[in-house]
């Protein structure tokens, strides 16, 4: 298993779809949109004060204090816009999606993940809008109401006024249909390269596991059969014997065919799909582990396989390391996700960029816009969790597959 | 001694005319040499046979249907004697065939039949009411339960639980470890008392004490 550096699955944008934004729910009417400016000019104090502390605590990052800050303020402001983005929304009769990239891991890391993304840039432009034009718009609107003689203005005034900040909100808070699609194209490209990579490398270990196990051994039955025939008439007795080590060597030869093709696609997964393995794999834990499985009927071949190498990774991982004395796994499937969380109460220290355990699965669900993400402080509890969507197989008969 | 009549379910011609012949060979008689699902249970119908080995996966969709054709002649048939052959053996899997009636069945790695003595040995116990598991399925079970009392068993008791577990009767026990039967017996009352079984006299009552004990 290998992945490059630079594609990590956590690049990867799940939820940036092009089908993200649906038209249909209706406009906010005149009142409506009346009260949404009147917030809009209440949070003009909130968002003038947050602009200036992260524009003060940008310059301190240079002496520690400003990453203490930005850590706090970051978040703030995320929902200052937030807020405005769903009012937005509201007004436009759109649902306007949050294009952030997701956080992962400890505050530290979330705070390199959040000044990283692009979308923080947008939202402080954003607030400089909010601070200036955009807090006018929203004044007028409310003056125009509050005004009485001007209420026939705010009668006539009020929705396109709103309206027309709503778009330059909607503008800067989100990204465009063909942004959105070039980052989708973006995310797929690097999941692929992932997959493909990953592929490759498996078929890589397939082709050397056999090469070095049955393969060699199958030749040194065939030889002791030689030989066998060979010596059957003057030397019985050692024929015997070579025929006796030809068995031992065969079934040697089977056990490693098994191992290999448990690698490859367990059978009792196809057989039982993906609640039935995980039971199966449960049962030859040394660590006991509690089962909570509802998934009803059967899932996309390759993604019951992807999930259950997910389950195997991680009940292999704790009992190799954790040290737990106690496991668990849930699996539920409500139709358009499945959701899993598996965790013990060993050591911890568990790390999704360490090793190539964890990154391979992480990539083996990118594939199929699952995500995957590890909380394991040291100390414990480890647990992992993951979101794959997919929906019930069509066709609930297994594929022909020979014995 | 009548010839025990026994169907036989196998999708792999070469394997399917392997174990007739075996079978003919050791004094047992083929009723029915089947290769798919249909079929097998047309033959299990058949009131005249006696036991059946089987393939867990078989057509029509290749999966575990000789598996739940066994469970369920076992259903319809209460104590009738099925081994089932696989070319993997699943803890799950031996443990819904044990589920499903008192003895009278088995589970063995398809490999096992290289050893036609073991083999025929293996079927003529299950036949006979007894119980016999792979080996590679009770040493997964005794790995997984390494902190309970199979902890204060000596290595050669352990052995002797391992072999019981897999069906095996003192005589038998004894040939594989080369030791008395007399010794035998000794091992298991030792092992019966530290395990806090009671002991029991009857080879197949004394295997399911044992299997229920460890739980598969």
Redesign the interface.
Known sequence: MSSSPDVRPDDVRPDVRPDDVRPGAARSGRWAVTGYALVQVLLFVPIVVTFVLVAVSSVLVVVWVGILLLAGLLPAMRGLAGLHRSMAGRILGTSLPAPYLPLTGGPLADLRTRAADPMTWRDLLWMLWAMTFGFVVSLLAVVLFLGVVTLPIWWYGVLPLLRGRATVDRAILTTGRTERLEQRVEALTASRAVVVDHSAAELRRIERDLHDGPQARLAAVSLSLGLADDLFETDPEAARRLINEA?GT??TA??EL?DV??GIHP??L???GLA?AV??LA????VPVELALDVPGRLPAPVESAVYFTVAECLANTAKHSGAANSWVSLQHDGAVLRGRIGDDGRGGADLRKGTGLPGIAARLAAFDGTLSVSSPPGGPTVVTWEVPCSPSASS??R???? | MQPLRVVLAE??ALLRAGLTQLLEAKGFTVVAAVDNLTELERALDDPTAEAAVV????PP????EGLRAAISVRARRPGFPVLVLS??V????A?ELLASGEGAVGYL???RV??VAEFVDALRRVADGGTVLDPSVVA?VL??R?DTPVDRLTEREREVLALMAEGRANAGIAQALVVTEKAVAKHINSIFAKLDLPTDTDDHRRVRAVLEWLRI
Request: hydrophobic letters at 30%; proline letters at 4%.
């Open positions: 068995r065969s079934s089977l056990g098994r093709v448990r059978p009792v196809a057989d039982r039935g039971s199966a049962l030859d834990m040394v008969s297994p022909t597959m020979r014995s | 999708d792999h393939d867990v996966r078989m969709t290749f999966t575990d070319q993997y699943e803890q799950l899997y443990r790695l398809k490999d290289s050893d997964a790995d997984r390494r």
